[in-house]
Nanobody, 124 residues
């Protein structure tokens, strides 16, 4: 019933930019917090950024602060991740997530819904 679909990934040179999108369908009324995680090959899935329903509160992992911006358009049930100044270490599969929570969460297990992921590859 609930579906999250990421798009916008691709191959980009270091220093470049990408904007990821995650469209949600189904019962999304309680998706107060939406987030992005990423997982590099052989590594765990790590928190990247999250945003509350109103967009008034955002939170980023230290490694992306100042470079990534999360935003959302509730009318479109879509969350975005604008990624600037990309680095090779940003290379990963990026996953969209949603939680039925009014507070920011940073742990994978705290999110209720997940997209299939979109690959972001940053070349040197």
């Amino acid at each position: 019933q609930v579906q999250l679909v990421e798009s916008g990934g691709g191959l980009v040179q270091a220093g470049g930019s990408l904007r990821l999108s995650c469209a949600a369908s189904g019962r999304t009324f309680s998706f107060y917090v939406r987030a992005w995680f990423r997982q590099a090959p052989g590594k765990e899935r790590d928190f990247v950024a999250a945003i509350t329903r109103s967009g008034g509160v955002t939170y980023y992992t230290d490694s992306v602060k100042g470079r990534f911006t999360i935003s959302r358009d509730n009318a479109k049930n879509t969350v975005y991740l604008q990624m600037n100044s990309l680095k090779p270490e940003d290379t990963a599969v990026y996953y969209c997530a949603a939680a039925d929570s009014t507070v920011i969460r940073t742990s994978e297990g705290q999110y209720d819904y997940w997209g299939q992921g979109t690959q972001v590859t940053v070349s040197s």
